[in-house]
């Protein structure tokens, strides 16, 4: 079982930026893919960026290449989604997850963070 624990989400006008943070409970974080979703009301849960064990492979939602950077710390069993030129189109909650297998469908992960939100004011 891991527990995973999101922080740094919040309120910031558009253009501004964001720290996304989630600390994980495994044992053997290096060993679990991470990623980062998020959700608005009335719509499914969309992938955003992940990371593979030892960040030998990273991938993003097209939408935010470019502007968003996933980063992981494995000393600190901690992933970061770095937010900078954020849009009012970028809130949502954002969910921290986590899964021994590299994916970027929310089907290929088993343990999720309780979700933060972040809101983007125009």
């Known amino acids: 079982q891991v527990h995973v624990v999101e922080s740094g989400g919040g309120l910031v006008q558009a253009g501004g930026s964001l720290k996304l943070s989630c600390v994980a409970s495994?044992?053997?974080?290096?060993?679990?893919?991470m990623s980062w979703f998020r959700q608005t009301p009335g719509r499914d849960r969309e992938f955003v960026a992940a990371i593979g064990w030892s960040a030998g492979r990273i991938d993003y939602k097209s939408s935010v290449k470019g502007r968003f950077t996933i980063s992981r710390d494995n000393a600190k069993n901690t992933v970061y989604l770095q937010m900078n030129s954020l849009k009012p189109e970028d809130s949502a909650v954002y969910y921290c997850?986590?899964?021994?297998?590299?994916?970027?469908?929310?089907?290929?992960?088993?343990?999720w963070g309780q979700g933060i939100q972040v809101t983007v004011s125009s």
């Open positions: 495994a044992r053997t974080f290096n060993n679990y893919v």
């Open positions: 997850a986590a899964a021994r297998y590299y994916g970027t469908t929310k089907n290929d992960y088993t343990y």
